[in-house]
């Protein structure tokens, strides 16, 4: 991986940044130049992205963070705002599983994915809209799914989730996008992470102890491209997004799919 400093001088914060997508995300971001808060519900993977981070010449804060909560989600644009005096990528990349179908899903159930999928992503940016609002800058990311795009079976409360974040997505940019606040959202496909390796053995595609590389080899051959994404795939297009190369982009839907969605 080459880095170029893309977002040198830059402010950005990640949710879900302890591991997988948001781990690579916010490794990436550091090393092309930004501070970065990492949050997480986990406070011992936020301090181990931090340290590593801090290990590698940059800055970072790790954050305590439950994304379905108000008062949490105050705090983590509080905390940020106090230890780098502002914030320019708001990355709201948390997010679960969500297996079921429409009639055996339980309502615990969809109540938990779409709280954490859909309203976590929401109050991520609500306080820190009003910052990048009179700053007159920002940019927003979103992390959606190729499963709110089309349709695939066993995850319909997760779908939904996804769907959401798709609309409001681009609701978000409309209302914003006076304000010179750009707000985007990146559709990733099947990037072998261990959220994918549980997704598949709860919606019942795979036994828990199932042979996870065959099963990815399998998966990778119904992409186009054949082979399915790497986290540095997505991280890379959270740079894009977050750097002034994309300063008249705004209402966007990224797939970083391999082209599964073209189908």
Not at 88 to 116: L, M, P, Q, Y
Not at 176 to 192: E, K, L, M, Q
Request: hydrophobic content about 45%; aromatic content about 6%; proline content about 5%.
């Amino acid at each position: 991986m080459t880095t170029t400093g893309r977002l040198a001088g830059k402010i950005a914060l990640v949710t879900g940044a302890g591991s997988g997508l948001g781990r690579a995300s916010a490794l990436r971001f550091a090393a092309e130049g930004a501070a970065v808060a990492v949050a997480d519900l986990d406070p011992a993977a936020a301090d181990s992205v931090t340290a590593e981070i801090t290990a590698a010449g940059g800055h970072a804060l790790p954050v305590t963070v439950d994304v379905t909560s108000d008062a949490d989600s105050r705090r983590m644009i509080a905390a940020t705002l106090g230890e780098f005096g502002c914030l320019d990528i708001v990355f709201a990349n948390a997010g679960i599983n969500g297996a079921g179908n429409a009639a055996d899903t339980t309502e615990e159930e969809w109540d938990r994915v779409v709280a954490i999928n859909l309203k976590g992503v929401w109050l991520t940016s609500k306080y820190a809209l009003p910052h990048l609002i009179e700053r007159r800058t920002g940019s927003i990311i979103n992390q959606a799914s190729m499963g709110g795009l089309i349709g695939l079976p066993g995850i319909f409360p997760y779908a939904a989730a996804k769907g959401g974040v798709i609309a409001m997505t681009k609701q978000m940019a409309v209302t914003y996008g006076p304000d010179n606040v750009r707000v985007n959202a990146i559709c990733p496909g099947t990037i072998p992470t261990p959220l994918v390796y549980r997704s598949r053995v709860e919606r019942g595609a795979a036994e828990p102890d199932a042979d996870q590389a065959a099963l990815d080899a399998d998966a990778a051959a119904r992409f186009p491209l054949r082979r399915l994404g790497t986290p540095d795939d997505l991280a890379s297009i959270a740079v894009f997004l977050g750097s002034d190369e994309a300063n008249w982009v705004t209402g966007g839907i990224y797939t970083v799919d391999g082209g599964r969605s073209a189908f």
